[in-house]
């Protein structure tokens, strides 16, 4: 496996270190030595777009009439590219949304983790309109007066890279590498930032949430202050999930399950993909999830029938403990192993059965006998995934009001 638990900070100095004995043995000791990249530090930075309030307005109503708040600032919707890190512990440059609310004072900051997607240019990055997270920025943003900061994560924006698909580690790094970014831009920029930092997604989007939340508790809480976090319908327990959707005789959407296993045979070099995936589905994949094909396109082409996509033997000796490579792999990206200290809100449908339910009770439950404290579920009686979302996502933000320190 391509361990991604290696501190980058041991990665700087061997690089340092490299690039001073190659120095060492150049005969031009003139030349300049090349810099190490920090993650996090920006690489370039532009505008996308500035809408005032009222154009803010048009888009909105679109998708939220009539609108619960008052648009109010206009908004400086900023593209930019950073450093991160990949897994292989290599610095790779990666982008992202900055939405600027514009003279709010001291703006408090949301980091809002987008679903899943697989054409690269269905992100924040590429204009308010290429996402939900994209729209929804704008109304945190003009009618909230959050500095919202939307993560395109690996594999999209200007990243070609396969993305790293509900993946712990990576997910986190992108999200909080993306974080330092902005904030380095706002300290470029004069643009004073308020103490609050709320973090917030759904689906795909609710575990890396979840994962960037313990990632920071855990190795950087001296760097983030976590005031409150909304992880909406997300596999936190991913091992658990693949448990159960491997043994459903049909899935609706079949391409969640490709695009895991398509993911972790590269990050973890397996190399067994058509040992997991039944022909010709397989030997698709590769060119399905090239970046320039939509989910529901991609879905379209991969059989409902569980028992047509994953190959029976595979099932079996998975069920039956004897596949403990992969196993290992979806216990170690399972987020259920630490106690939290930042409130949590799980949002979940108990009707949701694309990323099952349980998902969230067996996240309370854990978190909580771990010794996790203000961390709390709502169940959205009858909820699928599909009609959940813009509930949780407006009382997620009606919450995170709670705690602001000076409303705007």
Not at 340 to 359: C, E, K, L, M, S
Not at 379 to 384: D, K, L
């Amino acid at each position: 496996m391509k361990s991604t638990k290696v501190h980058y900070k041991i990665i700087g100095v061997f690089v340092s270190l490299l690039i001073v004995a190659i120095a060492g043995c150049d005969k031009d000791p003139a030349g300049p030595e090349p810099e190490v990249p920090t993650r996090g530090e920006i690489v370039s930075s532009s505008i996308i777009v500035v809408l005032p309030p009222l154009a803010i307005e048009e888009i909105l109503t679109a998708w939220i009439d009539p609108l619960p708040v008052e648009l109010t600032y206009t908004v400086n919707a900023v593209k930019i590219v950073y450093w991160t890190i990949n897994e292989d512990l290599y610095f790779v440059e990666a982008s992202g949304a900055l939405y600027i609310p514009v003279e709010a004072g001291g703006p408090p900051v949301l980091s809002l983790h987008h679903g899943t997607v697989t054409a690269r240019d269905e992100v924040a990055s590429e204009g308010p309109l290429g996402s939900l997270e994209g729209v929804i920025g704008l109304f945190t943003a003009s009618g909230m007066g959050y500095l919202t900061c939307i993560p395109d994560y690996l594999g999209y924006g200007i990243s070609e890279m396969l993305h790293p698909y509900i993946h712990a580690d990576l997910s986190s790094s992108a999200a909080i590498d993306f974080l330092r970014a902005s904030r380095s831009y706002c300290d470029d920029n004069g643009i004073t930032l308020g103490e609050e930092l709320f973090l917030g997604g759904y689906s795909e989007g609710g575990y890396v949430t979840l994962a960037t939340q313990r990632e920071m508790e855990l190795y950087h809480s001296d760097e983030f202050d976590i005031t409150a976090v909304a992880p909406m319908a997300g596999p936190y327990d991913l091992a658990g999930t693949v448990e159960i959707v491997i043994q459903y005789t049909t899935y609706e959407w079949p391409a969640y399950m490709a695009f895991l296993f398509l993911s972790y045979d590269n990050i973890y070099g397996w190399g067994r993909l058509d040992e997991v995936i039944n022909a010709p589905y397989a030997g698709m994949l590769p060119d399905l999830f090239d970046g320039t094909h939509s989910l529901s396109d991609i879905n379209s082409q991969l059989p409902n029938d569980i028992s047509l996509l994953l190959n029976n033997d595979f099932v079996t000796n998975y069920l039956a403990g004897n596949e403990p490579d992969i196993q290992a792999a979806f216990e170690e990206n399972t987020l259920l192993d630490w106690a939290p200290n930042a409130p949590i809100r799980f949002y979940h449908g108990d009707a949701d059965v694309t990323v099952p339910y349980q998902n969230s009770v067996t996240a309370y439950d854990s978190l909580t006998a771990n010794g996790g404290i203000s961390i709390e579920l709502v169940t959205v009686p009858g909820g699928t995934h599909a009609t959940t979302g813009p509930m949780a996502i407006l009382d997620a933000l009606d919450w995170f009001e709670s705690f602001r320190i000076t409303q705007f």
